[in-house]
Nanobody
Framework: QVQLVESGGGLVQAGGSLRLSCAAS????????MAWFRQAPGKEREFVAT????????AYADSVKGRFTMSRDNAKNTVDLHMNNLKPEDTAVYSC????????????????WGQGTQVTVSS
């Protein structure tokens, strides 16, 4: 089992940058695929990015490709999401998730979730 805690959210102007971090507890962190999802008010949870347990393979939603970068440090039990050129439509609660995923863009593939961190982008 793994517990996840996100940090780094906040208020930023359009065009700005933020770095989200997700700290994991548990000695098996390196065995899990990790992902970031986001949920805006009144909308369904949306896939943002995923990284495989090795850290070699990453995938991104089309809406963030080229602007967001996901990375992990298995020695430190952390995953980061670097967000550049933020847009007002990126405003949402961002949550990290862990699991063994065959469908990495599907939320139900991940049994472990953090509490989320708010990102607000002003125009």
């Amino acid at each position: 089992q793994v517990q996840l805690v996100e940090s780094g959210g906040g208020l930023v102007q359009a065009g700005g940058s933020l770095r989200l971090s997700c700290a994991a507890s548990g000695r098996t962190f390196g065995e899990y695929d990790m992902a970031w999802f986001r949920q805006a008010p009144g909308k369904e949870r949306e896939f943002v990015a995923t990284i495989r347990r090795s850290g070699v393979y990453t995938a991104y939603a089309d809406s963030v490709k080229g602007r967001f970068t996901m990375s992990r440090d298995n020695a430190k039990n952390t995953v980061d999401l670097h967000m550049n050129n933020l847009k007002p439509e990126d405003t949402a609660v961002y949550s990290c998730a862990a699991g063994y995923s065959t469908r990495p863009r599907v939320p139900s593939e991940y049994p472990y979730w953090g509490q989320g961190t708010q990102v607000t982008v002003s125009s």
